[in-house]
């Protein structure tokens, strides 16, 4: 048994989650993968995958030992790289993390301009609306909207997530347009609520808080974008969420004289897992690509 061979196979059924699927990725037969994580079991002297009818899901062993073969292979790929050019190269395989809107408007379309950058690179981008573990995930970075809680992890910040006070002109004509903070006490506001104090709207740094009341609240941004257009409420919501929704008319900004906290994005990665050429490189690259860009800019 190829031992490299053996652990790049199951890495790919714990990241496809079927035996069939990475057959048809690497050209074989679904019984020779099954044969093949196995023969490795047979030899680690223990189950790594607990296998079921409906689903495969990992034991305690296979978690840590999944986890292992990601730094391996990585490893692997920088220690040819570096052979073949004299330094660590950027190159391999790299899980990012992201919630659901920010990744799919922020990160995934900025993919392109990374990858033709570093062609060598394999981008795993997986979207949610919770902190996923970065450690029992396997994930290299993580990019997080918000002030951290979990000060073990290695984090840099690349960027600023402006905010505004956004409504429809529909909600409008049936409700006053807020004219101070205060206001929206009188409003149904639309809240998010994976932020820390997210009933909580501060303006100017702190000078107006205000406890924000309302009949929704959703873990998505996308979501609450929908809910605006729809003139049911108010929203204290990314700029770059309605830029293109302001520019239409879709949407209105209210309360414009008073500014909205903004909240540091982060890249973000475990303390125990080396930051290697390509971590470092995506990092810089969001740096760069933020800085052009109005809504995520750190002045």
């Known amino acids: 048994m190829d031992t490299l061979e053996a652990m790049t196979m199951f890495v790919r059924v714990v990241e496809r989650g079927s035996f069939s699927a990475v057959a048809r990725e690497l050209g074989t037969t679904q019984p020779t993968v099954s044969k093949q994580i196995s023969a490795l079991e047979q030899r680690l002297g223990g189950r790594l995958i607990a296998r079921s009818t409906r689903q495969l899901s990992l034991t305690d062993e296979g978690q840590r030992y999944y986890r292992q073969c990601r730094e391996i292979l990585a490893a692997v790929d920088n220690a040819e790289h570096s052979f073949q050019t004299g330094r660590e190269g950027v190159a391999g ?32 981008l997986q979207l949610s609306d919770q902190n996923v573990d970065l450690v029992s995930e396997g994930v290299d970075v993580a990019l997080r909207i918000g002030d951290l809680k979990d000060s073990s992890l290695i984090a840099r910040q690349i960027g600023l997530t402006r905010r505004l006070t956004v409504a429809s002109p529909a909600y409008l004509e049936q409700h006053p347009a807020p004219q101070v903070p205060s206001d929206l006490a009188r409003h149904n506001c639309i809240l998010f609520n994976l932020l820390e104090h997210f009933d909580t709207w501060t303006f100017d740094a702190g000078l107006h808080q205000v406890q924000a009341r309302g009949n929704v609240r959703s873990n998505n941004s996308e979501a609450i974008r929908q809910m605006v257009l729809s003139g049911l409420g108010i929203s204290l919501s990314p700029s770059w969420l309605y830029r293109k929704d302001i520019e239409a008319g ?43 860009d109005e809504d995520l800019a750190v002045v």
């Open 250 to 292: 879709r949407v209105i900004r209210v309360l414009e004289g008073y500014t909205p906290s903004s909240l540091p994005i982060h890249a973000v990665s475990p303390a125990n897992r080396r930051q290697s050429a390509r971590i470092r490189a995506f990092v810089d690259f969001l740096v760069e690509a933020f800085a052009a």
């Open 93 to 124: 395989p790299l899980r990012i993390a992201s919630s659901v809107s920010f990744g799919r408007l922020q990160i995934a379309p900025r993919l392109r301009g990374f990858l033709q950058r570093y062609p060598d690179v394999t981008i795993d």
